[in-house]
């Protein structure tokens, strides 16, 4: 598992703990707008890594 998945995934738990504290909290730490850019990068990071694994694997 290279860098950028093992970032998404932990962007992606940060994403989850923000939605889960909304949830509880009914207050939000982000806001929409943080919450959305947040999920983007994710799943930046995450096309960016498969991407390269499937580069390396062809090597």
Sequence with gaps: ???YIKLSIGL???FFVN???ASLDNNS???DVGEFM???VCIL???VGILKA???QKI
Excluded: D
Aim: charge should be negative; proline fraction near 0%.
């Design 38 to 40: 947040l999920l983007c």
């Design 19 to 21: 939605v889960l504290w």
């Design 54 to 56: 499937e580069a390396a």
């Design 45 to 47: 990071f995450f096309v």
């Design 1 to 3: 598992m290279n860098s």
């Design 12 to 14: 992606f738990l940060a």
């Design 29 to 31: 730490l982000l806001g």
